[in-house]
C-alpha cells in the first residue's frame, strides 16, 4: 500500500510550530502534518537534510514554506525533486540578499551576540506584522516564539540565510502544483517578490492575501487554511471554479 502523503511546514526566522498552528490543526484530521525543525543548523543544506529525515522515506510531500522556510523548500527541491508532491512557497523569495540586506543580518547578528538578542525581536516586528497587530496580542505571541527559538538558533538561522544561492534560474524546472502566497501589507519579502517567482514557475498560482503582512499563517489563519485547501487538492481532484 501506498505510503500516505504528508504536509511538511518550514517556519521561517524566529519561528517555531506555532506558525502553522491553525493550519494544523484544522488540516490534521486528514493529513498528516510535520513541522520542520529548523532551528538546529546553520546552513541551508542541513537544515534541508534534517526536514526530509522527518517524513517516512514512501511518502509524498506536499512542502510549504514561509520566508526562511521557503528558501529551505527550494533547497529540498533541488535535494530530492522526485519526492515533492506539490510546493507553496509564502511570504519569501527566490533572490540571494542584496548587500544591504546582508549589512543588517550581520547588525542583527552583532547585537545578539552583545548580549541584547531581546532587543531583536522589537526591531524585526515592525516588518512581520501588520502595524495594527504589532502592540496587541498577537505581537506577543510572535514575541515569545522568538524568545523559544532563542539567540543561538536565531544566530544560526542567520548564518544559513546569509549564505543561500540565488534560485531564480531553477524556478522555470519546477513541476509540481505550486502556490506562491504573500501578505499584501509584506514589507519584508514584498508582492513583486511573490510575482517574480510567480511568472517563472510554470502554472503557478499567485495569491495576495488581504490584511496580512509577512506572517499570514497568524495574522489572517483563516484565509490561509482556505489557500492551502485548495492547494492541496490541486492535481489529487478534477479542478474545480475557486475565489479566494
Not at 496580542?137 to 543561538?152: H, I, K, S, T, Y
Amino acid at each position: 500500500m501506498p505510503a500516505p502523503p504528508v504536509l511538511l511546514l518550514l517556519p521561517g526566522l524566529l519561528c517555531d510550530a506555532r506558525l502553522w498552528r491553525d493550519q494544523t490543526q484544522a488540516l490534521g484530521a486528514t493529513t498528516r502534518c510535520i513541522v520542520a525543525d529548523l532551528t538546529q543548523d546553520d546552513t541551508l543544506a542541513s537544515m534541508a537534510a534534517r526536514a526530509l529525515d522527518a517524513v517516512p522515506a514512501a511518502a509524498p510531500i506536499s512542502l510549504i514554506g514561509l520566508s526562511m522556510g521557503g528558501y529551505v523548500a527550494l533547497e529540498i527541491l533541488r535535494r530530492a525533486p522526485a519526492r515533492i508532491a506539490r510546493l507553496a512557497l509564502m511570504d519569501t523569495s527566490a533572490r540571494a540578499d542584496t548587500p544591504e540586506q546582508s549589512r543588517r543580518r550581520r547588525g542583527l547578528l552583532s547585537l545578539s551576540n552583545s548580549g541584547q538578542f531581546r532587543g531583536v525581536t522589537p526591531r524585526l516586528l515592525p516588518q512581520l506584522l501588520h502595524p495594527s497587530r504589532i502592540d496587541g496580542p498577537l505581537g506577543d505571541e510572535v514575541r515569545a516564539m522568538a524568545d523559544r527559538v532563542g539567540r543561538d538558533a536565531f544566530q544560526r538561522q542567520q548564518r544559513a540565510i546569509l549564505a543561500r544561492p540565488d534560485s531564480r534560474p531553477h524556478l522555470p524546472a519546477i513541476r509540481v502544483p505550486t502556490l506562491v502566497g504573500v501578505g499584501e501589507h509584506d514589507i519584508l519579502t514584498p508582492p513583486d517578490l511573490a510575482e517574480e517567482m510567480a511568472a517563472l514557475i510554470p502554472g503557478a498560482r499567485l495569491a495576495r492575501i488581504p490584511g496580512a503582512a509577512h506572517l499570514p499563517p497568524m495574522e489572517t489563519p483563516e484565509a490561509v487554511l482556505r489557500l492551502l485547501q485548495a492547494w492541496l487538492a490541486d492535481g489529487a481532484t478534477p479542478p474545480q471554479p475557486a475565489a479566494i
